[in-house]
């Protein structure tokens, strides 16, 4: 994954990684590239990282459209289809004691097989849904999957039953190990566990926010804008608040099209797009951030960063956020499928919650600490 870091689960395989050659291990990393494009070596921080070109129909990441026959194409692909070669070869000549794998997507499960032909023991952690959709993300048409479709079991029969192969899985949350291994999922691995993670970026603790000359609560939202995401939800959630009550800021994707859309959804509330700043910049603007994934986010990075920096949580009660808020949870937990349940969170927090957590919160950051001390 490293160094093209995009996301949460590249974020942790760096910190990782890193964390292993700083201890004294030898690590390389493999990760997938554009098919167009050539294998490419370098050292990041002590980690060597190669870049392999996948060995598919096109690089699903470049944002452009395809045809949904293509697409079809393309997942049959990458559940049948083989790593790219310097996966042997590395396996051959770096001869590592452990294979741990991540997110596959490009890669494929063969990997798992090539680990084996050379008696290397396999870990695999799991950060998505790769492993039972083509999606990777278990939802469809406004709603959680409640197992496989038709689809999904044929572009992931082969990786399922690869699933065979792994000696370890691990489960960012407890409750998307418990997903895959209720579809029964990683019968052979000896051990089955879940570590959370503490993002090691040098977030510490911020003072709560100067709130002189402004009674307003500020409400915040990072990440991508997205109908899974449930952020359409937080905008009309908080256009039903009192007029004048609590304000809203929006971080990361901030297009105008995106922007008139949550406007309309919040009645024309004022709501503040930062756009793309840096976590830290977020964090102090805001005084409570918002969650409300609508999907079975396995471990959102975003509720991680907030209680890192001292910021309460309203989040939904879905996939690994209830787990990523700690116990007891520094925040508020609701259900989505409430028709009011996000008005309800958010009318708490307004109703004097704040200070209560404020009084709390250096024993349950301490609590919190103890549980996610480690970066997987």
Not at 128 to 148: A, E, F, Q, T, W
Not at 198 to 223: H, N, V
């Amino acid at each position: 994954m490293h160094p093209k870091v995009v996301g949460g689960a590249e974020r942790s395989v760096r910190n990782l990684a890193e964390a292993l050659v700083a201890h004294g291990h030898d690590v390389e990393v493999i990760r997938a590239a554009a098919p167009s494009g050539v294998l490419t070596r370098e050292v990041v921080n002590g980690v060597v990282v190669y870049a392999a070109p996948s060995k598919n129909l096109y690089w699903p990441f470049d944002g452009k459209e395809r045809s949904p026959w293509l697409k079809f194409l393309w997942h049959l692909i990458d559940d049948w289809g083989c790593a790219p070669p310097i996966v042997t070869e590395r396996l051959r000549e770096f001869k590592p004691d452990v294979m741990h794998t991540n997110t596959l997507t490009g890669l494929t499960t063969n990997v798992w097989s090539l680990a084996k032909r050379f008696n290397v023991r396999v870990v695999h952690t799991l950060r998505d849904y790769y492993l039972i959709c083509p999606r990777s993300k278990y939802y469809k048409n406004g709603s959680n999957c409640d197992g496989p479709c038709k689809d999904c079991s044929l572009l992931t029969s082969r990786r399922r039953q690869k699933t065979r192969v792994p000696d370890a899985v691990v489960g960012n949350s407890l409750a998307t190990l418990n997903l895959h291994t209720a579809l029964g999922l990683f019968g052979g691995a000896r051990i089955r566990t879940a570590i959370g993670s503490l993002e090691e970026s040098g977030a510490r603790p911020l003072p709560p926010r100067d709130r002189s000359g402004d009674s307003k609560l500020l409400f915040g939202y990072i990440g991508r804008v997205t109908e899974e995401k449930g952020v359409e939800q937080l905008a009309k959630a908080y256009g039903l608040l009192p007029q004048g009550s609590a304000g809203l800021v929006i971080a990361g994707e901030g297009d105008a099209g995106v922007q008139d859309r949550l406007m309309r959804l919040s009645g024309g509330r004022e709501i503040n797009f930062m756009g793309f700043v840096p976590p830290r910049e977020f964090y102090e603007a805001v005084d409570i951030v918002v969650a409300p994934s609508l999907w079975h986010e396995p471990l959102p990075r975003s509720v991680i960063d907030a209680i890192s920096y001292a910021r309460p949580v309203i989040g939904s009660n879905r996939g690994g956020t209830p787990e990523a808020m700690g116990e007891p949870p520094y925040g508020w937990i609701y259900d989505p499928s409430e028709e009011d349940g996000l008005l309800k969170a958010l009318e708490a927090s307004l109703a004097g919650g704040l200070p209560v957590l404020e009084r709390k919160r250096e024993d349950n950051l301490l609590s919190y600490l103890r549980v996610y001390s480690d970066e997987q």
